[in-house]
Structure formats: C-alpha cells, structure tokens
C-alpha cells in the first residue's frame, strides 16, 4: 500500500494537531501505526492501532496523543495535544499485512512506509 501523511506543521508549545494517513489500499485487516524521528536521533513507535481497535502508546506521548482508524476512508490519524518540544520530528504512518494486531511499537514489524510530515513545536 502507497501510504501519504498530511497534517504536519510548526506549532506553540501547548498547540495540537492533527496527522492523517490516506491509504492507496484497503487497511481494514492490518495493523497500523505512528512513528517519529528527530535529527541524529532513531526512529521511535509513537502509537499503534490493530484492526480491533486496539492500541498502544509510547510512554512519552500517552494521555496527550491519540490514534484513531477509518477503514471506510483507507485512513489513520493521530490527534496531538499538548505539544512540547520534544515532539519536533518528522513524523511516519506504517502498516503491516503480516498482523491484524500485535502489541508492537518496533519499527520492523512494519512493512510499508509514509514519507513523512514534519512536525515542529517550538517553546
């Protein structure tokens, strides 16, 4: 699947936004997730969601972010609250055919890859 994020921006510390994921292929059975890296640093899972709807989050980003699916849309969004910093990367939507749900945040359990939408929050 052709995987396109959007939704990136500069934002305050404190600001939301919104990522969404569009899907060139249905995504209905698979798992799904965000994930961010930051100049010189590696590639972090930021959240997960399997085709029941579970999902699972890094430490560094629960009760602030949170992800959501519309399978009907082909898509995968990610609301961000209460930016920091620290959050500034450029930020990945990934999907693997290989689970329908897999408590994972590692980046090889994922197959297919966005090209990315920067994020940036500034203090």
């Not at 939704?7 to 292929?25: D, E, F, I, P, T």
């Not at 100049?39 to 709807?53: C, D, F, L, M, Y």
């Not at 290989?98 to 590692?106: E, G, S």
């Amino acid at each position: 699947a052709q995987l396109v994020e959007s939704g990136g921006g500069s934002v305050q510390a404190g600001g939301s936004l919104r990522l969404s994921c569009a899907s060139s292929g249905d995504v209905d059975n698979y798992l799904m997730g965000w994930f961010r890296q930051a100049p010189g640093k590696e590639r972090e899972g930021v959240a997960s969601i399997g085709a029941n709807g579970y999902t699972i989050y890094a430490d560094s980003v629960k009760d602030r972010f949170t992800i959501s699916r519309d399978n009907a849309k082909k898509s995968l969004y990610l609301q961000m609250n209460s930016l920091k910093p620290e959050d500034s990367a450029m930020y990945y939507c990934a999907l693997t055919t290989r689970y329908y749900w897999k408590d994972t945040l590692r980046s090889t359990d994922f197959e297919s890859w966005g090209q990315g939408t920067q994020v940036t929050v500034s203090s």
